[in-house]
């Protein structure tokens, strides 16, 4: 078997090759993507088993393909976790190289999950979607700029047809004029596109069970029960709660030592398209349920608002996991969920035998 630890960068990649049959070891740099490429397919063409390590890495999509069409077994590890594991502080892409491979070889390298091909390409349309709505976001905020100037106030009734009409109806000066009609083509644009890429996703969660058993929670919607059972892949992989919430970067940022502890913000690790479907999920929830809302209103009252919605959205998180792992739905939750503290429920869960 060969075994490969990769320092991979945009434009090249440095590797450290040993053979364990016969002992060889070989340190190379090799261009992208030409010299690579030409470099792994004479190893398959060989037939010689190959497994690769390397840190997950954005740019490195090209790179997974090509292994996968190879056959060869690719491991890709958490960074942080291989950068703590180093021992030296001289730090150069041989010596990360040498790094990942010597991991490798003591079994102590620190393999991640990794998601497959097509939720990874479903990824892309939750992303795609939700940057159109931001570029339209801004897009209507200038409008809204330009019609403040000019003494219209009346906030969304403005993208209706009266609205608008009076909005076209300014006579502005010409380059203000031009920034106006420009921006009104771009949003006549971007809501067809957006409209499409929304009844896409509607489409794509027909054949997720697992996101339909979500949307079933109050104020959860096609967007955020997808995301949700995308990003997570499989719910065995956490214990508890706790691990999700830590996953989506959900909990505070913690520096303690002895007696003192101190807590920060939350982390903001795992994916930001997640967390921002949460915050605004959980506030659909807040007025949707009466103790919701009075456990938001309590927050607020003693961390303030934007603690207060953080932790309503933790809490959505938490719950729609325990929905995913024991594959209930929002009335099955309610039945057979935490009853910590109510008479009869000593031990907190109900027992789900009926």
Sequence with gaps: ?????????????????????????????????????????ALASAGETVRIGMEASGHGRWFERLVAELQFDLWIGDAAE????????????????????????????????????????????????????????????????????????????????????QLESFALA????????????????????????????EREVENYPAAQRLRTHPGVGVLTSLAFVLILGDAERFRCGKQVASYLGLVPLED???????????????????????VEAAQVTVRSLPEWRSKYFHLVLRRGRKIAKVAMARRLAVQLFWMMRKEWNYEQLKKFGSHAGQPGNRHGVQSNTE
């Excluded at 990649?13 to 992208?32: D, F, P, S």
């Design 256 to 278: 303690s030592s002895g007696n003192r502890r101190r807590l920060g913000h939350i982390t903001k690790q795992g994916s930001s398209i997640v967390r921002f479907l949460l």
């Design 174 to 201: 010409p380059w203000a004029s031009r920034r106006r009609r420009d921006l009104l083509d771009l949003l006549d644009r971007l809501n067809p596109s957006i409209a499409e890429l929304t009844q896409a996703i």
């Design 1 to 41: 078997m060969i075994i490969i630890g990769v320092d991979f960068h945009p434009e090249f990649q440095q590797i450290a090759l040993l053979n364990t049959t016969t002992g060889e070891v070989e340190e190379k740099r090799l261009a992208h993507p030409d010299e690579a490429e030409k470099y792994y397919r």
């Design 82 to 165: 291989i950068r703590a594991k180093r021992g030296r502080k001289q730090k150069t892409d041989r010596q990360d190289a040498q790094h990942i491979l010597k991991l490798m070889l003591k079994d102590d390298f620190p393999k991640i999950w990794v998601p497959n091909w097509e939720n990874r390409d479903l990824r892309q349309l939750l992303w795609h979607r939700h940057r159109m709505v931001q570029a339209r976001t801004r897009v209507m905020n200038q409008l809204q700029a330009v019609a403040l100037n000019e003494g219209l106030h009346c906030k969304k009734k403005l993208w209706r047809e009266r609205g608008r009409q």
